[in-house]
Structures are given as C-alpha cells and as structure tokens.
C-alpha cells in the first residue's frame, strides 16, 4: 500500500467530524510572515506524550494542567536551540499558540498539518516524541512529504527508524495497559514509510 495513500487514509481517520473547521484565516496571517516551504517546525508534546505514561504507570492520577506545563517548560528549550541552529528562519513553535475557542484536540493536529504542509521544510522532533499522538503524526507526514525531519540533536531521523521508535512507544503503552489511539494506523504508515526509503522511493528533501 502507498504510504501517501496510508497517510491520508490516517488524517481523514484523526480529522472525522471536522466539515465546518476552518483554520484558513490563521493560515493568512502565518502567509504575511512565513515563505512558503521554508521554515522550521519544532513538533513538541504539548497534551499527550511520555509524561502521561509515566503519570499512569506510577499510578498517578491524570492532571492535564500539569501535563501540559511540564511539556511547553521541556520544549521551550528544544525552540530556543532550534532558533540557535536555525538564526536565519522562521522557527514555528506550536507550544506558544493559545487555546482556541471550540477547538478540540483534531482540530489542532489538523491545523498543525497544514502548517506544515505550506510552510516547512525542516522539521525538528523533541525528544521523545513518538509517546505524543500529534507529534507522531506530524512526523509521519512531514516524512510522507518529503521533508527533512530532524531529532533534538539535529541529526537526521529515516522512516525506519521512525518506525522502531513508534513500535516501541506502542509496546510501552501496551505494557500498563494504556490504548493507543490510531496505534494500528499509525504502525501501518510507518512500515509503509520504511519500506519506500528501503526502495530508494523517500528522499528527504523531495517533495
């Protein structure tokens, strides 16, 4: 299967219910500022990732204030570095938008994704990402386009590898009994991902 057409098949599957979304005025102001493919993004946790593992394996209970603070103080700086390695380009962080009115968690995966489809050619994932449900989906897409896409050490991450660290993030879930959401979508676009790079077929940089 293609993993263009997984990949898709995974958006449509996140943004279910989403016929009157419209984040197009948001997406004309980033136009005023942004060039098109050409900044950095920095995909954070923000309201999943690690923490709320570790919250549910030490039998704690789940405090998204808490979750959510602890995730922008780490990404903070994760942004800083970034805005240190990149001086030259814009560097989204999406940890710094509010939250909005009447939006719900897919509403921002989906606004995410067409940042990032418009205006990034770079991006940078925190560590430990593939525990983040947005974060994971903004890696897959940004491989499945073609970007370049970077861990906290700004080294290169491959589909394969990708592949590994999010079948290990779902094993961990699984291991205290916690449910992935999309696990096997998500495990499906990641074999298919490693499989074209194996082929030759997914160059970084080739849209």
Not at 107 to 128: G, P
Request: hydrophobic share 40%; net charge negative; proline share 5%.
């Amino acid at each position: 299967m293609a993993p263009r057409r997984e990949m898709a098949r995974l958006i449509e599957l996140v943004g279910s219910g989403d016929a009157d979304f419209d984040a197009g005025p948001m997406l004309t102001v980033l136009r005023t500022v942004v060039p098109e493919s050409d900044a950095v993004y920095v995909s954070a946790p923000i309201t999943s990732g690690r923490r709320v593992l570790d919250h549910h394996r030490e039998g704690r209970s789940f405090d998204r204030t808490e979750i959510v603070n602890e995730n922008i103080h780490s990404a903070r700086d994760m942004v800083d570095r970034t805005r240190r390695q990149y001086p030259d380009k814009v560097v989204i962080d999406p940890t710094a938008l509010d939250d909005q009115p009447g939006w719900e968690q897919h509403h921002y995966h989906r606004f995410w994704l067409s940042v990032i489809d418009e205006f990034v050619a770079v991006l940078v994932a925190s560590d430990q990402w593939q525990y983040s449900t947005g974060c994971t989906l903004e890696v897959l897409h940004a491989l499945d386009s073609g970007l370049e896409v970077l861990d906290s050490d700004f080294n290169a991450i491959g589909a394969s590898g990708v592949r590994d660290l999010l079948a290990a993030a779902i094993s961990d879930f699984d291991s205290v009994g916690m449910v992935r959401p999309y696990a096997p979508e998500i495990e499906r676009v990641a074999s298919c991902l490693a499989r074209s790079e194996s082929r030759g077929f997914l160059r970084p940089g080739v849209r």
